[in-house]
């Protein structure tokens, strides 16, 4: 522990003597001359209309306005001789400088004169030295979308995985970091987002795929931070409606999907923002209902309980009422409130509170004929952020943040653990290529994560060159998890009871999982953003500190303290001689757990970690720059790899066992070079050329075999072993709009590669008899070529926007089925993944239609739909054909059910259309 506290002492150090910059804000800066002169004028006041914020030029005519939200805004120009300017349309984005300079004209003191400059936002940013996407609310609006998912997958150098999961540079799903207002709601379980964040309350979407900056962490593929709406000075509001189905001509792969009904799937959505107390107290609050039926259905043939089911000691019929049941359905409530307390002209407080609940049913195949019988998932999460803003001086201020974040997810059927409708596991054992005709799923999984965060950030604009901030924040997790197959009740002659009653595991077997950890971490960073004319610089300093709370088996070789193996570890030496005999192996002498617990385990250690982060752009003239950026990213292993089997519970069965939890895990990490160039070629036209390189190192994977004491029983244990990189190149075109349109194209060409796409895949190897991975092959989600493209054509009152992408086959590994009359046998040996599926294209468009119904009153018809195409696009394939609709089983299973070879989840969504209204009103 001296070490550590070594370590930070000398960061506390750092940061006082660095500097950095504020990513949830960004400023204004430019300089005021006279326009026939061109001299420099000294304190001319420069606003910031409607905020409050504002400033004056020094001796060199120079000013700065910090800590500006991103929005659109008109900034003034006042001085006393001379005309009002307004430059109007002047964005502020995130972590960005926005340069204004204005030349203003002498006037005679008594006009009430103003002269007002329309603002063009720079299509290339010179102080942007990583790579990294921005999306406005005024664009969002624009696109055809249901989600921010959809947004994010639209960026250079971002996939989705066939499981839904989303890439950034080749990294695994949980490699990003999901923020709201620079505030994490990434859930440290499996690092996923906690909770839902709707388009519409969206300020500013932020994809950071470059090598993000020192105050962001525990992420190593990517960011994306969320700035949130706030009240404005005005009241206005708006509520959208719109509703539709999936329509599809793929009778052969969906059920039901010819029947289409307007009203299946629905959203109701809106928000309302303006002043309780003008000037000095603001609200937005926002609330969505969404609901989707789903695409998958199954047919009702038979119910959970079987053919027959008990009434009153008798058996009766029971069948399905062949009906059709959703089995991928979706249901959803969201909402977010946000208060803005301006307390005096140096001191804001202000409150976001976010919420979402979802219920989701998720296809499994084995009971599309007893579609009741499986499981469906609930989660829910809320996040209460507060935040005071204190301006301490002239462009310096410090903002002090509590967070307090709570995600819960349950799977079950019924939720009771002893509801009577569960059947005996006997009811799923079926022969293969055949639907389940009864059983109930038996599992109970229930798990929470709960997190404190306290964070402090002080930002400084030192001079005309020097934007500083260093920063500290300290998170406290609290972990719950239960997982529990139910399993017959037993009576008292020992059997199990008739008709089946379900009863719940003792929690020392591996059919009852179930513990609570308490992990805590502290980071702290210091960085630099030098704004020369000639050059920007970025360089910054993390430190990061990760106490699991965990504990390990001093013995690997008998690490499970509930049934232990070694005959010391179960009896006690009665007479001291080293040695158990068998008059103290009686039960009467055995060990309590309590008595293990003072000598089986070691304590975790604290890890800590350094990572330097530096970036440089080079203006090499007024409308193009090459930048350079170079980072080291360290990320805490997901929570459920530290923990989920952490106990060891073994039993008596020969073979390879787990893979267990390692709370001793060490951080991953990637080291990420990035070089690029932005280029203006006209005034509405730009492009980004970006090549990077990342090396991947410390990737979770699970262990080789560890024997226990007793012959032919091992197990194995997550462990930081796999390594990966990826490389590629980017190119983005984008035209702003104008002349009535405009669009944005971009290609990826990228390889990712790796020794394992998940930490399980090693031991599935193990199993299979397979020599530790040591090569490279591609990783599940490895997309060589991706190209996204999206046009909008419109005009004041109405729009049209299409949304495009098509990307080649992600790789799987094939398999050869051999004995065409003795049954099917696969010839183990087959490179992974050295296949292709076949590539994926899709298109999506929005069009609209705007009435002025009232003076601040505006009325919007429009029409959504998802896979225009109806593109039969396949995210899974059988690996002995490469196929998703054809499978040499097939010739074998001469008896399979019909339907059985027909995996609808092995395809996208299909076309689903969508009519709708939005109302909007502004006071």
Do not use: C
């Amino acid at each position: 522990m001296k070490k550590e506290i070594k370590i930070f002492a000398g960061l506390i150090f750092i940061l006082f003597v660095t500097v950095g910059f504020a990513q949830n804000t960004g400023k204004i800066a430019g300089k005021v001359t006279d326009e026939k002169t061109a001299e420099v004028l000294i304190g001319v006041n420069i606003l910031i209309e409607g905020t409050g914020l504002g400033a004056a030029t020094d001796m060199n005519g120079e000013y700065i306005i910090v800590n500006v939200p991103p929005k659109t805004y008109n900034v003034i120009a006042k001085y006393i001789g001379y005309a009002n300017t307004v430059t109007r349309n002047v964005h502020v984005g995130s972590g960005s400088t926005t340069k204004i300079d204005f030349r203003i004209t002498q006037t005679e003191i008594t006009l009430n004169h103003e002269v007002v400059i329309t603002a063009k936002a720079p299509l290339v940013v010179k102080d942007m030295t990583s790579t990294e996407a921005r999306i406005t609310a005024d664009q969002i609006k624009e696109l055809p979308l249901q989600n921010i998912n959809q947004l994010i997958t639209q960026q250079a150098g971002v996939s989705k995985g066939s499981d839904g999961g989303i890439h950034i540079r080749g990294g695994r799903s949980s490699e990003i970091s999901y923020l709201v207002n620079g505030v994490s709601i990434t859930d440290d379980f499996n690092r996923t987002q906690a909770l839902s964040v709707e388009t519409e309350s969206i300020q500013e979407l932020k994809v950071i795929s470059g090598t993000f900056n020192a105050e962001y962490g525990n992420a190593m593929s990517g960011v994306v931070n969320i700035v949130t709406k706030s009240g404005g000075q005005n009241l206005s509001g708006n509520l959208e409606i719109w509703s539709g189905d999936y329509v599809s001509n793929h009778t052969d792969i969906y059920k039901h999907i010819n029947s289409v009904n307007p009203f299946a799937n629905y959203n109701f959505q809106g928000f309302l923002n303006g002043p309780l107390i003008p000037d000095k107290l603001n609200f937005f609050v926002s609330a969505r209902r969404f609901f989707d039926g789903g695409y998958i259905f199954g047919i009702n043939k038979y119910n959970p309980q079987g053919r027959a089911s008990w009434v009153d000691g008798f058996l009766v019929p029971n069948p399905g009422d062949n009906s059709f049941v959703s089995m991928n359905s979706s249901s959803k409530w969201s909402g977010q409130a946000t208060i803005d307390w301006k307390i005096t002209g140096d001191l804001k407080f202000k409150v976001d509170a976010f919420g979402s609940s979802e219920a989701n049913k998720f296809y499994n195949h084995m009971y599309q004929w007893n579609p009741n019988g499986s499981s469906s998932a609930k989660s829910k999460g809320y996040s209460l952020f507060g935040t005071f803003t204190h301006v301490l001086f002239l462009n310096t201020f410090q903002e002090l943040t509590f967070a307090y974040k709570n995600n819960n997810y349950a799977t079950h059927l019924y939720e009771n653990l002893f509801d009577p409708r569960y059947v005996s596991p006997d009811s799923a054992l079926i022969a293969g290529y055949h639907f389940l005709t009864a059983g109930t799923d038996l599992n109970h999984f229930d798990r929470s994560t709960k997190s404190a965060t306290i964070k402090w950030d002080l930002t400084s604009q030192i001079d005309n060159i020097n934007l500083a901030k260093v920063g500290v924040q300290a998170q406290f997790d609290k972990l719950f998890y239960e997982n529990i197959t139910l399993i017959p009740a037993l009576g008292s002659n020992g059997q199990q009871l008739i008709p089946f009653v379900p009863s719940v595991p003792v929690t020392d077997t591996p059919q009852h999982d179930k513990f609570e950890r308490n992990p805590y971490s502290f980071s702290a960073y210091a960085q630099d953003k030098i704004e020369f004319s000639s050059v920007i610089i970025n360089f910054g300093l993390r430190f990061d500190l990760f106490n699991p709370n965990g504990k390990m088996p001093v013995d690997a070789s008998d690490p499970d303290i509930n049934n232990p193996f070694k005959q010391e570890n179960t009896f006690r030496d009665l007479n001291s001689d080293g040695k158990i005999s068998l008059d103290e192996q009686v039960d009467g002498n055995k060990l309590t757990v309590a008595e293990r617990e003072k000598y089986w385990y070691k304590k975790t250690t604290i890890k800590t970690g350094l990572s330097p982060r530096f970036g440089i752009s080079y203006p090499i003239t007024d409308r193009g720059i090459i930048r350079f950026s170079f980072g080291i990213f360290q990320q805490i292993p997901d929570y459920s790899q530290l923990y989920i089997g952490d106990e060891f519970k073994l039993t008596s069965t020969q073979g390879i066992q787990g893979s267990f939890g390692n709370n001793d895990l060490k951080p991953q990490r990637t080291t990420i070079y990035e070089i690029g160039l932005q280029q203006q070629f006209t005034e509405e036209i730009a492009v980004d050329v970006t090549a990077y390189y990342r090396d991947i190192r410390d990737w979770i994977s699970s262990s080789q075999a560890i024997p226990t004491v007793v012959a032919g029983i091992s197990y194995s244990k997550r462990i930081n072993r796999d390594f990966a990189n990826a490389r590629g190149v980017t190119l983005s075109v984008k035209k702003r709009f104008a002349d009535y349109f405009s669009f944005g194209v971009d290609y990826t060409f990228q390889i990712a590669e790796g020794t394992n796409s998940s930490p399980e895949q090693e031991f599935f190897s193990q199993q299979n008899g397979a020599e530790p991975t040591r090569y490279l092959t591609p990783l599940d989600w490895d997309q060589t070529h991706t190209l996204n493209g999206n046009i909008y054509v419109g005009s004041g009152d109405w729009g049209a926007s299409i949304i495009a992408a098509i990307s080649t086959g992600q790789p799987y590994t094939p398999e050869v089925t051999a004995g065409a009359y003795s049954g099917r046998n696969i010839i183990p040996g087959l490179p992974n993944n050295s296949r292709r599926k076949p590539l994926i294209a899709n298109v999506d468009m929005q069009l609209h239609k705007d009435f002025s119904i009232a003076s601040g009153l505006n009325v919007q018809l429009f029409l959504k739909v998802f896979n225009l195409l109806d593109a039969k696009n396949p995210v899974t394939v059988y690996g002995d054909t490469g196929k998703p609709d054809y499978t040499l089983q097939q010739k074998t299973a001469t008896n399979a059910d019909a339907g059985w070879f027909v995996y609808p989840n092995y395809y996208s969504m299909p076309r689903s259309i969508y009519f709708g209204t939005k109302i909007s009103f502004t006071n």
